[in-house]
């Protein structure tokens, strides 16, 4: 490719605020109440340069014969459309509320809810940027998925070099190309987690703990292919790939992907947008999950040099999968992050040599004393196996 990309400089906010409640009821009840609300701004760029949205009924301003072409991108700051590349997600409020009880002495039950939302900012690489303000020019090796070669090294551009049009592109921009948008009506991922514990303290200054953890996550957010093939033109099997005259030739600029060649296959005029050579949602809300956990815990306290630590964790995570929002597939499976059982020990020895007498015994306790041993193990089950097929998931 010949061109350059350009920069963005960027800005967003995170704004919070929380109230919390610690009450002792007794002397072996405490309650605990809080409720946090936070706020995350979209992202806005110095001078514009992202987008705001993806108008689906637009019409675009161009005449292409037999072919009724809507869809186009619209910039933040311009038209009167906000400076933020989406809206303000301003309902996010997360309550938390938990208790300890002591019922015995020596033996404690907690619990406890609380609801956490996620930044969209730290959930997608994804930033708003839309190629109309690049001049970047990509070699162009084939149209038509490899079957003939378009140019050869003797003229690696034969349609030019583009330049940035930016906004002015208007509905334009990208057309004949590729174009990845936000999801305007996308808001801040969040979970639900609940635990419930019992802890119990034993001779020699050893502490156990035994405790059921869950949490739902919702909301996820996902990106997707906006111009995937719909399974009704499945059964047409290799016809897909039929040459036919391309209509965008002489309409769209010569420099794009979609503007040169003298024909295209059928299968880019079976999807929803066939102005765009791909088409990405970018943060759809539509990734759920949910993590079931027994979790043990025995812990020594530093008694007599020695202090260790021990967990165990036997768990489940379970995906709910939308793979499409075409064509429409949801699955529940095991998670490809998930690792049933989970083991975990460390300890720390303080060494107990020390001798006694004049100055050789000094000298050797300079040697030999304050030394300090340390150990830590790690044993995890294996993450499942991932399978793929090149006809979609198996």
Known sequence: SLGFTSSQALQNHIFAAFLQEDWKVNRRLTLNFGLRWEVETPYTERYNRMSYAFDQNAKLPVNVPGMDLRGGILFAGVDGNPRRSGRVDGNNFGPRVGFAYSVLPKTVLRGGYGLFFGGQSYNTDFLGAVGAFDANTSYVASIDGGATPYTSLANLFPSGLRQPLGSSAGLMAQVGDSLTFFDLERVNPYNQQWQFSVQRELPSQIVVEAAYLGMLSLKQLESFNFNEKPDRYLPLGAAENTAVPNPFLGIFPSTSTLGTGNTLPQRRFWVAYPQFNSLTIQGANT????????????????????????????????????????????????????????????????????????????????????????????????????ISDTNGRP
């Open 287 to 386: 990734g759920r999950a949910i993590y079931h956990a027994l979790q043990v815990k025995g812990e020594k306290r530093l008694t007599r040099g020695l202090s260790f630590l021990a967990t165990y964790t036997n768990s489940k995570l379970i995906d709910n999968n939308t793979t499409s929002i075409i064509n429409v597939r949801k699955y529940r499976s095991i998670s490809s992050l998930d690792q049933p059982q989970v083991l975990r020990i460390a300890f720390a020895y303080q060494v107990p040599f020390r001798f006694q007498g004049g100055m050789g015994a000094k000298l050797a306790n300079h040697l030999v004393s304050g030394w300090l041993a340390g150990g830590f193990a790690s044993f995890a089950s294996g993450q499942p196996l991932s």
